[in-house]
């Protein structure tokens, strides 16, 4: 597990602050985004319930990172990034380094960094708080696996499934939408070559 | 993996594209844990054995990270008979062998006894037993279907129903 500095934006002052990059997370680290995360959302649910409000429905809010770490963490193809600001797990990432390959012509068959996770926490989320708190936690993520692909030999080919809601960032950040993948609940599979890595990165 | 984050970099990336949506994936622990699965225990690893109970045992002895001979130890069998169990098309364990097996891998003892051929099938039993049966290889091969492996894992989770 090593860590880096990294920046965040804060969203309520409009400035930037520190934070740590994490790679390979550990497990005391994915149980404290598990409590955290869970506790947040659970306080955030009987708040809105309290007062009347109708709570969003969140694309994914059964993280169980602790459980998928616990599987993963001893094993070379499943690196995992995690970003801490202030205490608090910010947003993860779990990765595959092994047996996924691109899917756009120019480049098929040739391995990729495939994103089996990314998830902020949902503080974050603008849905549940009302301002989020930080901006910047799935931009640095990204942009991390990307490099973690160039470094791999990968050249910075990544693919992902996007949540529905996360189709629109994806798309304005460069990635290829290759539609909707019947192996993966129908969510849009989305691939980046090495020109779009290094757009991405730069 | 070196990353450079500065304040002109995050502004430029946020003002381009916001994040406020950064998901990927969703994939769930059970799918997560068959994904891993799948790497411990490869498709060619199962298609070396040649029995049902053969590709049943390694699969469980492959997911333990065990080798023959701890199995061996475990279960107070000799490596040979793990290795015919898992290797031989035609071998019959003793009744004696399965039991101690199945201990040793956490499966159930009647359900690893009626799979190798133990229980004595009346024609209910025998209607039960299909759910254990996909098509066995009649060669050798290097590897087995998607549907194949799919079919051992379901098998292995029914024999691991403690019963």
């Known amino acids: ?202 | 993996m070196k990353l450079k984050i500065d304040k002109e970099w995050l502004d430029r990336k946020l003002a381009q594209a916001d994040d406020a949506q950064a998901a990927a994936g969703g994939t769930s622990f059970d799918d997560l844990k068959k994904n891993v699965e799948r790497r411990i225990v490869t498709p060619s690893v199962i298609a070396a054995a040649q029995s049902e109970l053969g590709k049943v045992v390694r699969f469980v002895r492959e997911k333990k990270s065990m080798s023959r001979r701890e199995l061996a130890d475990l279960a107070t069998l000799s490596d040979e008979e793990i290795e015919a169990i898992e290797t031989r098309r035609d071998y019959m364990p003793s009744l004696r062998a399965i039991i101690y097996l199945a201990d040793a891998l956490e499966l159930s003892r009647d359900r690893l006894k009626e799979l190798s051929g133990y229980v004595t099938r009346n024609s209910n039993a025998t209607e039960h037993s299909s759910e254990y049966k996909f098509a066995a290889n009649s060669k050798p091969v290097d590897t087995v279907s998607d549907e194949e492996y799919e079919a051992i894992r379901a098998l292995v989770e029914v024999l691991s129903e403690k019963k």
């Open chain 1, 1 to 202: 597990m090593t860590r880096q500095k990294v920046l965040l934006r804060h969203v309520e002052s409009g400035g930037v602050v520190d934070a740590d990059l994490i790679d390979r997370i550990d497990l005391v680290i994915a149980k404290r985004a598990e409590d955290g995360w869970q506790t947040y959302l659970a306080t955030a649910r009987a708040e809105a319930l309290a007062a009347k409000r109708p709570f969003p429905d969140l694309e994914h809010d059964h993280w169980e990172w602790e459980r998928k770490v616990s599987i993963t963490h001893r094993l070379l193809p499943y690196p995992t990034l995690g970003i801490e600001c202030e205490g608090q797990v910010q947003g993860l990432m779990l990765l595959e380094t092994d047996g996924h390959f691109a899917r756009i012509a120019t480049q098929a068959g040739s391995p990729v960094v495939y994103v089996n996770l990314l998830a902020t926490a949902p503080w974050n989320l603008p849905a549940v708080t009302d301002p989020p708190r930080y901006r910047g936690v799935g931009t640095v993520l990204l942009a991390a696996a990307t490099t973690l692909s160039v470094d791999l030999g990968f050249k910075g080919r990544l693919g992902l499934h996007s949540l529905p809601r996360s189709e629109d960032w994806y798309e304005r950040l460069g990635l290829t939408n290759l539609g909707s993948d019947s192996n993966k609940q129908n969510l849009k599979y989305y691939e980046l070559t090495p020109d779009q890595a290094q757009n991405l990165i730069r």
